[in-house]
């Protein structure tokens, strides 16, 4: 058992005693609770932008187009690299030591979004041998830039 | 004061030396370290303590990418893409091959499951609705506001190594179910500059 010494005095020493019994009981179911309810792997989950056939709100009547929609920002994902087009200029970001140049790509969307903050989504175009997870590195990179993923697809033939 | 030659003592070196007396031994554990221990433990599992309750099921050969502007997972229907299989809340209703060479960008076993399983989403969440109109207290509470497309909220979660046609195939025949929006999942990946990266896109 715990306890305090209340330091030097006449005889022997009184002490104050901790009853720490009921806290190590409540520590161990505790720990017993939640290492059993533990969740070691976080699943979250990333949100799409619209997309080729996201279904359109019935209730709302009237389509207003989002704030820049006139300016094109499309990101293309390619077996080789990306390219970006920003408006008119088209800025091709091609693989370096064979991985995908994320830190171009996320300075390039950072600096548009400072130059058009109303510009909500990045429109992407990616090819179809490209693998899952580097379609949600680029997604993830456009959500950092603070713009929402649009997937554009072509139909089945 | 007394004057003890140096060296290491224990804290309760003078009840251990009373031995030498008449008097019964007295051994103390020192609980102090444990208290500690256990206090880290317990703090460190209730920041890992998943809050939503939303948990998925993640098949052995399914790795899931990893991300870090991330929302909280919400309860729909999921359509897992393995490299082996296609499920529907472990249903399986299509294998990975036949999904891949399939020239139909429909997968009508796919389809149809998703569209059954999503009216009855529809009718349950229909009728929480009405229930919930009656229901006096939820509306006190401020609880009556329910997201109309909730039961259509699709999440897929699909391995990091599947190819971007097989997927779109996949989500072509979700669309056709009737479902969407579509939601990834992916591992929620830490930043080591900033660890509070919860994205909030809606």
């Given at each position: 058992m715990a306890q305090i010494s209340s330091g030097g005095g006449r005889g022997r020493d009184p002490n104050v005693e901790l009853n720490l019994v009921p806290v190590i009981d409540l520590m161990s179911v505790l720990i017993t609770f939640l290492l059993l309810s533990a969740v070691?792997?976080?699943?979250?989950?990333?949100?799409?932008?619209?997309?080729?056939?996201?279904?359109?709100?019935?209730?709302?009547?009237?389509?207003?187009?989002?704030?820049?929609?006139?300016?094109?920002?499309k990101l293309d994902i390619r077996a080789n690299g990306y390219i970006l087009?920003?408006?008119?200029?088209?800025?091709?970001?091609?693989?370096?030591?064979?991985?995908?140049?994320?830190?171009?790509?996320?300075?390039?969307?950072?600096?548009?979004?400072?130059?058009?903050?109303?510009?909500g989504g990045v429109k992407m175009a990616i090819s179809d041998e490209i693998q899952y997870e580097h379609v949600v590195a680029a997604m993830d990179i456009g959500l950092k830039a603070g713009f929402s993923p649009e997937l554009l697809t072509g139909g089945p033939n | 004061m007394a004057i003890f030659r140096p060296g290491q003592r224990h804290r309760y070196h003078n009840i251990l030396k009373r031995r030498a007396?008449?008097?019964?031994?007295?051994?103390?554990?020192?609980?102090?370290?444990?208290?500690?221990?256990?206090?880290?433990?317990?703090i460190f599992l209730l920041q890992n303590y998943n809050t939503t309750g939303e948990i998925l099921y993640i098949p052995k050969e399914v790795?899931?990418?990893?991300a870090n502007r991330v929302s909280d997972l919400k309860p729909s229907l999921v359509v897992t893409v393995s490299s082996k299989e296609v499920l529907i809340d472990r249903t399986v209703v299509a294998t990975f091959d036949e999904v891949k060479a399939a020239t139909n960008w429909v997968i009508p076993n796919l389809r149809d499951?998703?569209?059954?399983?999503?009216?009855?989403?529809?009718?349950?969440?229909?009728?929480?609705?009405?229930?919930?109109?009656?229901?006096?207290?939820?509306?006190?509470?401020?609880?009556?506001?329910?997201?109309?497309?909730?039961?259509?909220?699709?999440?897929?979660q699909a391995d990091k190594a599947i190819d971007y046609l097989t997927l779109k195939k996949i989500m072509y025949s979700v669309y056709e179910a009737g479902g969407g929006p579509i939601n990834f999942a992916v591992a929620k990946e830490y930043e080591k500059n900033d660890a509070t990266t919860d994205a909030k896109t809606q």
């Open positions: 070691w792997t976080q699943v979250s989950m990333i949100q799409l932008g619209a997309s080729f056939a996201s279904p359109r709100d019935l209730e709302q009547k009237e389509l207003k187009p989002p704030p820049n929609e006139d300016l094109v920002l087009y920003i408006g008119k200029e088209v800025r091709t970001l091609p693989m370096i030591n064979g991985a995908y140049d994320v830190a171009s790509l996320s300075a390039d969307l950072a600096k548009v979004k400072q130059m058009y903050p109303q510009k | 007396s008449k008097r019964g031994v007295t051994a103390i554990l020192s609980l102090t370290a444990m208290v500690d221990m256990f206090t880290v433990l317990v790795t899931l990418p990893k499951q998703a569209r059954v399983i999503l009216e009855k989403a529809k009718a349950d969440q229909d009728a929480k609705i009405q229930n919930r109109l009656r229901n006096i207290v939820d509306k006190t509470l401020g609880n009556e506001e329910l997201d109309p497309n909730a039961w259509r909220k699709v999440t897929i």
